[in-house]
C-alpha cells in the first residue's frame, strides 16, 4: 500500500496526477500552483504523497472555470477505486478494459479515463513490486 508520506519526484508526482512530467515542471514555476514542496533531495524538489492526492481535486485546470469536477463530485481517489474495481472484474472475466469502455462506465470522457487508467495502473504495478521485495527479503 503507498504510503501517505512517501515522498515523490516531479516525474512520480505527475504520474499520480494523471499529467505529464514537464506539465508538472511547468506548473512548479508558478507560486501556488502545486502543493508545498515537502524536502529537497540532492537539490531535487518533492512532494508528500498525501499533499499531491489532497491537491488533485482542486489543482488548476485550463481556463478560467479551473476544469470540469470528476464525476459528480467524487474525488480522484473514489474515481481511481471505482476504476480499479471495474478493472479487476473485468480482469476475472479474463479480459482487459479498454479506455472507451473505462469512460463509459464511470460517466467521463475518454481523456479523463486515460489519465485515470494511468494512474490506475501505476498504483497497481508499483504495488506489485513492493509485494515482490518483500516476498524477496523473506
Known amino acids: 500500500m503507498d504510503d501517505p508520506a512517501d515522498l515523490l519526484d516531479a516525474s512520480e508526482a505527475a504520474s499520480l496526477a494523471g499529467i505529464k512530467p514537464a506539465s508538472w ?3 512548479a514555476g508558478i507560486p501556488g500552483a502545486l502543493p508545498e514542496v ?10 508528500r504523497r498525501d499533499s499531491v492526492q489532497h491537491w488533485l481535486p482542486t489543482r488548476p485546470g485550463s481556463g478560467a472555470g479551473g476544469g470540469r469536477p470528476l464525476r459528480n463530485g ?14 479487476a472484474r473485468v480482469a476475472d472475466e479474463g479480459r482487459s478494459m479498454g479506455v472507451r ?19 490506475v495502473t501505476e498504483k ?11 516476498h524477496q527479503s523473506e
Open 25 to 27: 515542471v511547468r506548473y
Open 38 to 47: 515537502a524536502r529537497e533531495v540532492y537539490g531535487q524538489p518533492h512532494w
Open 74 to 87: 467524487l474525488t480522484v481517489e473514489q474515481v481511481d477505486e471505482q476504476a480499479a474495481e471495474l478493472m
Open 101 to 119: 469502455e473505462l469512460a463509459r462506465a464511470l460517466g467521463v470522457a475518454p481523456n479523463t479515463a486515460t489519465s485515470i487508467l494511468r494512474r
Open 124 to 134: 497497481q504495478n508499483t504495488q506489485q513490486r513492493r509485494e515482490r521485495l518483500e
